[in-house]
């Protein structure tokens, strides 16, 4: 018997009166079991999680047999309309300048705090307080490679890293707000429950392969959990632990125009391979960048800070020292 869907909101009073109602899917299967929370767009800049998770709450519809699903594909809301990561910023500001706004640190929520704070709380009092595990959806901008975050060392946080099918694993840090509030996967893991974060790359855009990465590591989550029946997908593939091995960086040796080859995060390079060229501004002439060593891009293009805001950021002439490219070494 399938499970029931049901549409449902949270209601958030917002610091000037005015009620916020979020959206989300409710989805139970009539038996006792985890409950599972997939959220996405704590920052609105980073929508391919609220596709992923919408398809995860159509999946889970038919396929749920223990426990609850909860869905929330506009974490967010304020900062969706806003088009921007927090509430609180201008064009091209960097995450850092966030006035506080910064909803991935602000759980649990205040009641009385800030708007962002304010949504937080709402969230936490109907949803998260009573869930035992939570997936939640952020993106990096397009120059890193998809990758998930969990607390080293914390085995509920680490299984479902290993059973998300996502190849890099970075270690989790303790980050804590202006008023000492954590992230949402940080605040599950210090209460003996299991937190993970998925970074679905790139930033601005719903990119399909992202979706289907998000999609799978939710299902396979869930799978492991015991709340579907069926074995998780992908686990077969290598994964890379961040803090275990010794990544290769690819540096502009002149000041240029750096042109891609046909090659992305998260692709194998071979010893050789062409990752592209600089245009030199004096002679227009061309040098070609391969790859030092066979392995997994990590990351790739020419950027510098803030490129996940900032336009000028992400433009691709490079200055001679700057990052092209990152590989993880590995064997094919």
């Not at 008023?179 to 949402?184: A, Q, S």
Request: hydrophobic share 40%; net charge negative.
């Amino acid at each position: 018997m399938p499970a029931s869907l049901q549409l449902e909101h949270v209601v958030a009073t917002l610091s000037c009166g005015e009620e916020l109602r979020i959206p989300y899917w409710h989805i139970r299967s009539g038996r006792g079991g985890p409950q599972f929370l997939v959220l996405a767009a704590q920052h609105g800049n980073e929508v391919n999680g609220c596709e992923a998770s919408r398809r995860f709450g159509r999946v889970a519809a038919d396929a749920l047999v223990r426990g609850d699903v909860y869905i929330i594909p506009f974490g967010n809301l304020l900062a969706l309309r806003h088009r921007r990561s927090h509430i609180s910023l201008k064009a091209e500001q960097p995450y850092a300048e966030d006035e506080g706004h910064n909803m991935n640190r602000t759980w649990p929520g205040d009641a009385d705090g800030n708007d962002t704070e304010r949504v937080s709380f709402a969230l936490h009092q109907a949803i998260v307080e009573h869930c035992t595990h939570v997936l939640d959806f952020h993106a990096w901008s397009r120059f890193s490679a998809t990758g998930a975050i969990l607390r080293r060392g914390y085995e509920p946080s680490e299984a479902l890293g290993r059973v998300s099918a996502i190849r890099f694993i970075h270690p989790g840090t303790v980050k804590k707000g202006p008023r000492g509030h954590t992230t949402l996967g940080g605040l599950l893991n210090d209460t003996a429950r299991a937190g993970i974060t998925i970074e679905l790359a790139p930033q601005w855009a719903v990119v399909e392969r992202e979706v289907r990465r998000g999609l799978r590591a939710a299902t396979n989550i869930a799978k492991q959990l015991g709340m579907m029946e069926g074995e998780p997908e992908g686990t077969d593939a290598p994964q890379f632990y961040l803090d275990e091995v010794d990544v290769v960086e690819v540096r502009a040796e002149h000041e240029g125009l750096f042109v891609e080859a046909s090659v992305a995060t998260w692709d194998y390079v071979e010893v050789g391979q062409r990752l592209g060229h600089i245009m030199l501004p004096d002679t227009l002439e061309v040098v070609e960048i391969t790859a030092p060593v066979a392995g997994y891009l990590l990351r790739f293009g020419a950027h510098r800070r803030h490129s996940d805001v900032a336009l000028p950021a992400m433009h691709p002439y490079a200055d001679e020292g700057d990052l092209l490219a990152t590989i993880v070494p590995a064997e094919p």
